[in-house]
C-alpha cells in the first residue's frame, strides 16, 4: 500500500489534487459533484482522480448509480500515517 501511496500522491501530476480530495472526504463522504464544487475542480477530473483512487484501492464507492457517494477504505485508514507523511510533502 505504501508503494501505491507514494505513486498516487507524490509520483504523478494529479497528486496535489488527490490529496485534497482525501482530506475532503476525511471530513465526510461526498459524491463527485460535491468534490468537484467544494474544491473548485472540475467534474470530469474529479471523476478521473476517484478512479485512480478507486483502483488502489484508497476510496470506495456506495451502491448508489445517482449521487454515489465515495468513502475512505479501511485499508487506507490503516495506513493514514504514511498518506499523512507523503502529502506534507506535497502540499
Do not use: C
Not at 49 to 61: F, G, I, Y
Amino acid at each position: 500500500m505504501e508503494k501505491a501511496l507514494w505513486y498516487l500522491f507524490a509520483g504523478s501530476r494529479g497528486g496535489v489534487n488527490r490529496v485534497r480530495i482525501v482530506r475532503a472526504l476525511t471530513d465526510q463522504p461526498r459524491n463527485a459533484n460535491e468534490l468537484a464544487d467544494e474544491l473548485a475542480v472540475d467534474y470530469n477530473t474529479i471523476t478521473h482522480h476517484l478512479d485512480m483512487l478507486k483502483e488502489h484501492d484508497v476510496v470506495e464507492a456506495s451502491d448508489h448509480d445517482y449521487g454515489k457517494l465515495y468513502f475512505l477504505t479501511d485499508q487506507f485508514k490503516r495506513h493514514q500515517e504514511t498518506f499523512e507523511r507523503i502529502a506534507s510533502e506535497v502540499e
